[in-house]
């Protein structure tokens, strides 16, 4: 049962939700937290996601929940690029950056290495440019952030090379 304070009901809830390993198991909170307790939901929400992107099965729940929150924010959608750029379809990864971006939301150093990678395994090479133009843009360079940031631009180069394609076609 929830805690009676809201505080409360969001510690416990996050507690329950490190323990779900499954998609069952995390349908069956969720949907018990729908009825029960939508204030919680609320509190809980960017949790909730972050948990359904980390099994590798709940992808598409993830996905679902997310296209329902009115004003997503950065964590969330870093915890589904992240999930789509290691999933079968990277692209979607990329489609998600852009509409973060179309939103107003801007990325961070935990977006872009997420974003270059799924640039790489799509060969999205105008996608890449463009982002390293958004980190030369925002200052991560400056701001020590580019060590995070260099090592996924050295593997978006040297996947370039290895596979002999050329910037411009």
Not at 60 to 87: G, T, V, W
Not at 121 to 130: G, R, Y
Request: glycine residues 8%.
């Amino acid at each position: 049962m929830l805690a009676p304070s809201a505080g409360g009901a969001s510690r416990h809830v996050r507690e329950l939700l490190r323990r779900c390993g499954s998609v069952h198991r995390l349908n069956q909170l969720h949907a018990h937290l729908v009825v029960n307790g939508s204030s919680v939901v609320d509190a809980v929400a960017s949790q909730i996601l972050a948990s359904y992107c980390a099994i590798p099965a709940g992808l598409c729940y993830a996905r679902h929940l997310f296209d329902r929150i009115p004003d997503p924010e950065r964590f969330m959608y870093n915890n589904l690029i992240r999930a789509y750029c290691n999933s079968h379809c990277p692209r979607e990864a990329l489609r998600l950056h852009r509409g973060m971006i179309r939103r107003g939301i801007l990325p961070n150093e935990f977006t872009l290495p997420f974003v270059l990678k799924a640039c790489t395994t799509t060969q999205a090479w105008d996608h890449v440019l463009v982002t390293h133009g958004v980190v030369v843009k925002l200052g991560f360079v400056r701001q020590g952030h580019w060590g995070i940031l260099s090592g996924s631009f050295m593997r978006w180069w040297t996947e370039m090379w290895f596979r002999g394609t050329s910037m411009i076609n």
